[in-house]
């Protein structure tokens, strides 16, 4: 039997629902891509960025509960 996979549709996040999401401030957003803290974005056209909504659901998980 040959099992019928169908790939889940990419689903992407604008700054504005990252920054929702995560309640970073856009300043602090890039300052952790920088720092290599915060996954990249995916450049979808020459002025737009977007972030998959499993990457950032997983960056949030593994920050929940937060420092101390």
Do not use: C, D
């Not at 992407?12 to 952790?32: D, H």
């Amino acid at each position: 039997m040959s099992a019928n996979l169908t790939p889940l549709p990419l689903i992407l996040l604008n700054q504005r629902e990252v920054l929702e999401r995560t309640s970073l401030s856009k300043s602090t957003l890039y300052r952790e891509i920088a720092a290599g803290r915060f996954p990249e974005p995916l450049r979808i056209s020459p002025n737009r960025v977007a972030w998959p909504v499993a990457v950032i659901a997983s960056w949030i998980a593994g920050h929940a509960g937060g420092k101390g």
